[in-house]
């Protein structure tokens, strides 16, 4: 059977033919997919790997999608676990979520046609490339890969089996800021010279924190939650949330926690998710790319980023701000759904929008799972995510080596600047469980 064959598609021939063989009275109206409900045969099964915080938030917006059922949790932490089955159960009404430590025996289910990936960092690419090669779709939480390598490998292998992917950068599903986008496509600012993401000020981290106990196995498996990352002592301040910063288990300075949005955002704006900046110039407080047709891509450092602006940005419209500037004017937007735009002209071709938060992750999920029975590709596909992922990781290693980048964006190496291209890759660790 080929890899990109639905096992969807085969456990509903299964059902049909069962059922012409079954007396009709043996089979509920409900289970036939009637009064609105969904019949089991046609339901996507869900499988979860890594249900942190961020995922928790995910599934409870999955959980409401009756074409949904999520069957099985991986995760290293068993309080996690034992957190995700609760969660998904109750909903459910019953017990049913099958629960495992290492996640490459959920993956080893036939009966499983989608997988969403929400484990820290360092796993998402090489957890995602496992899940397309075990016939999985996939919804991956960004950053999806934590070098440029990673996100090569995603795109090329989800190329080649044919799996669906869908990145987690949601927001453009979200109403604001898809109208800021269409603003810039449609030429209602003018002539686009200037594109604004926001990031949290860079950092590169590589302190250890001291080494503790190594819990049982069941509790917190330590070997596997390290994965292709270097090895390091356990301290419980990893695997509750401080890995982030640490340059081992985190990817591009940080640069990606926000970019991976507001700079995916741009690319969008710019009409460019076939390509990328080409230089990246480090400064104190911004980065500035130029893309091949002039347009500059600068990239900010907010000092606070969920507090206090600086005075080029305007706090109450929330985290994750962009600004798109034309020749005929500009508008900026965030989290909090409103646009700021600067003429009345703009205002009133933003008036009607929906005010809907840039977390919701509600319509990018809707999106994935439509195209997994589609088969036709996600709004932030392999290709988008590699591009704009890509030019996160090219601006935050320019930073890095405090100098100019140039970068080809055909072969994606950077021009005679041999660290540089060395830096595009991370050797992973070998382990075993």
């Keep these: 059977m080929q ?3 639905n096992s969807l598609a085969r456990r509903s021939f299964l059902k049909a033919s069962a059922a012409s063989l079954a007396a009709p009275y043996f089979v509920s109206s409900k289970a036939m997919g009637a009064g609105g409900h969904v019949a089991p045969s046609e339901k996507i099964t869900l499988g979860v790997i890594g249900i942190g915080p961020r995922c928790t938030y995910d599934m409870r917006s999955i959980l409401q999608l009756d074409d949904v059922q999520c069957v099985a949790i991986a995760d290293v932490q068993k309080s996690r676990r ?24 959920l993956l080893a289910r036939d009966d499983i046609d989608a997988v969403i990936v929400a484990t820290g960092d360092r796993w998402h690419a090489a957890a995602s490339i496992a899940a397309a090669e075990a016939g999985k779709d996939v919804y ?7 070098t440029i390598g990673d996100c090569q490998n995603i795109s090329t292998v989800f190329e080649r089996t044919g799996r669906i992917f869908q990145a987690g950068t949601q927001r453009r599903s979200v109403p604001n800021f898809q109208k800021v986008v269409q603003l810039a496509h449609t030429g209602k600012l003018g002539q686009i010279h200037t594109l604004e993401a926001t990031v949290y000020i860079p950092t590169l981290n590589n302190d250890w924190l001291p080494g503790q106990p190594i819990p049982a196995k069941e509790i917190c498996d330590w070997n596997m939650w ?14 509750n949330g401080g890995w982030r910063g640490q340059h081992d288990f985190d990817s591009g300075a940080r640069l990606l926690d926000w970019g991976a949005h507001t700079v995916d955002l741009c690319q969008w704006a710019n009409q460019a ?8 110039l480090p400064s104190d407080d911004k980065i500035t790319c130029t893309y091949e047709n002039g347009v500059e891509l600068v990239i900010d450092f907010l000092a606070d980023p969920f507090g206090d602006r600086s005075p080029r940005w305007i706090t109450r419209l929330g985290t994750c701000p962009v600004r798109f500037n034309g020749d005929d004017g500009s508008v900026e937007t965030g989290d909090e759904g409103e646009i700021v735009a600067s003429s009345e002209a703009l205002n009133r ?6 005010r809907v938060r840039g977390l919701d992750v509600s319509a990018h999920a809707r999106n994935f799972f439509d195209c997994v029975k589609s088969r036709s590709q996600t709004v932030c596909n392999p290709t988008v995510m590699r591009r704009s992922h890509i030019a996160c990781h090219a601006a935050a290693l320019a930073w890095m080596l405090q100098r100019k980048l140039t970068i080809n964006p055909t072969t994606e190496e950077f021009v005679n600047d041999e660290d540089a291209n060395l830096l595009r890759f991370r050797s992973p660790r070998v382990w075993e469980v």
């Design 140 to 146: 991956s939480e960004k950053p999806c890969g934590i």
């Design 82 to 105: 034992e957190a995700g089955k609760k969660l998904v159960d109750d909903h459910y009404g019953n017990q049913d979520v099958v629960l495992y430590r290492d996640f490459r025996e």
């Design 226 to 239: 390290l994965g292709p990352a270097p090895w390091r002592p356990y301290n419980e301040k990893y695997v």
């Design 273 to 280: 998710d076939d390509t990328m900046p080409i230089e990246y």
């Design 349 to 354: 071709e933003i008036s009607q929008i929906k």
């Design 3 to 5: 890899n990109h064959r």
